[in-house]
């Protein structure tokens, strides 16, 4: 059936992000909820010159926002969590939780698979409690646990296959055999919060390990007799490294040594948001700890601590192009096109590609969202003049 006028929109005037390069004075037609390659004559147009038009952006490590949390918030406020995101330009994001009991945890796999199953979440990212005491961060030590196989096997099998990514201090007992799991079950296997050393990281990556979670964070670093994780994580393009860019956790220096080791190929632009994002300061819980945000910086009651961030990914992508001056085809395949790609959904999100959903986002010259647009429909729609 051709396409009709009356569900065609054009978007033309703005510069183009494609996978190819970016196109000046570019067009991107709008059909139904997918991006079409061609328009029907008297499709609605609108004039988007002097602004950017790129993919939706695409979290493989977010913990809730709006004032709502992934881990332990009702159906209803999740649903806030992700509305908040996707105003910020995440037009699709995984679900991540913390360190809490077993059966907890199990429990609220199936909770969110629900969501998962009805297309408000990618999947299921569980960090902890397979995690290292030594290098916890905002996790509760009572509640962590060696990564026994069986174990692993449990929540993944709660999340009735949603499950994406899981944490692991591949270490510990039984990692390297829960990586090898993880991979036959095909879900990610993430390096984090881990005390590795370089040969214990290689031998884990060898396993099948693929992601490096939050990468510098929540692991030793980098030193010159001992490299430690982030030495093997940097050089094996096996591994995609996400990367928190917040200001806080990582300095623009460290970031410029991410990518240009690892490639813009090989980089995911994350939030580890919690519940603060796009909220306000204030106390809040993160899984069983006490949270106090204060300037926009989220730490732990005790011990002071970071505890995720109040990051949203237009954030991330504005200080990526504007103060790291990374350029904006990189920005834009570590935000959207290598999640994607992680995920098992780059032939439906991740570039602007004809056939693909039609999640976009619209940014004016300085960067700043002004328009998001997911399956068609606007979340913000752009004010043109």
């Avoid at 995720?308 to 935000?335: N, Q, W």
Wanted: proline share 5%.
């Amino acid at each position: 059936m051709a396409p009709r006028a009356a569900d065609s929109t054009v978007l033309a005037g703005a510069r183009v992000v494609l996978p190819t390069g970016t196109v000046e004075d570019g067009r991107v037609t709008v059909e139904g909820t997918h991006i079409a390659a061609s328009a029907p004559e008297g499709a609605r147009t609108v004039d988007l010159s002097g602004h950017w038009v790129v993919p939706g952006f695409v979290d493989i490590h977010n913990h809730g926002g709006g004032g709502a949390s992934f881990t332990s918030g009702t159906v209803d406020e999740v649903l806030t969590g992700i509305r908040t995101h996707r105003e910020h330009g995440t037009t699709t994001m995984v679900a991540s939780t913390v360190t809490g009991e077993m059966d907890f945890l199990a429990r609220r796999a199936g909770e969110l698979s629900e969501l998962v199953e009805q297309g408000d979440l990618a999947g299921i990212h569980f960090e902890g409690p397979f995690i290292s005491p030594c290098r916890k961060g905002a996790h509760s030590e009572q509640l962590l646990r060696y990564p026994d196989p069986a174990e692993v096997r449990k929540l993944v099998d709660a999340a009735r296959g949603t499950a994406r990514m899981v944490t692991l201090a591949t270490e510990l007992p039984g990692g390297l055999d829960s990586v090898r799991l993880l991979a036959e079950l095909g879900v990610i296997a993430a390096i984090g919060h881990t005390d590795a050393t370089y040969e214990q990281t290689v031998e884990a990556i060898d396993a099948g390990a693929s992601v490096a979670t939050h990468l510098f964070n929540a692991m030793p670093p980098l030193a010159h007799r001992e490299p430690g994780p982030i030495a093997a994580l940097l050089e094996d393009d096996r591994i995609t490294v996400e990367l928190i860019n917040d200001g806080t956790h990582l300095h623009p220096a460290v970031l410029e040594l991410a990518y240009r080791h690892k490639g813009a190929g090989r980089v995911a632009l994350i939030t580890d948001a919690m519940d603060a994002a796009g909220f306000g300061d204030g106390s809040y819980d993160l899984g069983p700890l006490a949270v106090e945000v204060k300037d926009g910086v989220a730490r732990l009651v005790e011990g002071g601590s970071i505890a995720g961030s109040t990051l949203t990914l237009d954030t991330a992508f504005r200080r990526a192009v504007t103060l790291d001056e990374i350029p904006v085809e990189d920005v834009v395949r570590s935000i959207s096109a290598n999640p994607a790609r992680l995920l098992g959904v780059y032939d439906r999100v991740g570039s602007l590609d004809a056939g693909k959903d039609a999640d976009l986002v619209v940014l004016d010259e300085d960067f700043v969202l002004k328009g998001v647009m997911r399956r068609g429909e606007w979340i913000i729609e752009p004010k043109t003049a």
